[in-house]
């Protein structure tokens, strides 16, 4: 399974972006997709998740209102739609996929077994 990013970039706060993952190789059992960050010195967290239809979706707090989260199983891509972005939120944004749960959702990083290479976020005040 390969999960690639793309879509970073440096922006002034206040501008959007959006992240793609595109996803390959074989199907996952439970097909939940996720986003996560990591600032330099900070941990690993956890910014959104999604479901197969793409009916439920969970936010970190810190994003809740400003980033979407959405798929296209058709296209085997998972979005994350950034708006109003802040200086807080310029971190290196990880996909991840092929969670270890047997089904539902989870803001675990440790739940998913597939990652991407990462795409770095700037965001200049």
């Known amino acids: 399974v390969q999960l690639v990013e793309s879509g970073g970039g440096l922006v002034q706060a206040g501008d959007s972006l959006r992240l793609s993952c595109a996803a390959s190789?074989?199907?996952?059992?439970?097909?939940?997709m996720g986003w996560f960050r990591q600032a330099p010195g900070k941990e690993r967290e956890f910014v959104a998740t999604?479901?197969?239809?793409?009916?439920?979706?969970y936010y970190a707090d810190s994003v809740k209102g400003r980033f979407t989260i959405s798929r296209d199983n058709a296209k085997n891509t998972v979005y994350l739609q950034m708006n109003s972005l802040k200086p807080e939120d310029t971190a290196v944004y990880y996909c991840?996929?092929?969670?270890?749960?047997?089904?539902?959702?989870?803001?675990?990083?440790?739940?998913?077994?597939?990652w991407g290479q990462g795409t770095q976020v700037t965001v200049s005040s």
């Open positions: 999604i479901n197969w239809s793409g009916g439920i979706t």
């Open positions: 991840a996929g092929d969670s270890r749960r047997s089904y539902g959702l989870t803001r675990q990083a440790g739940d998913f077994a597939s």
């Open positions: 190789g074989r199907t996952f059992s439970n097909p939940a």
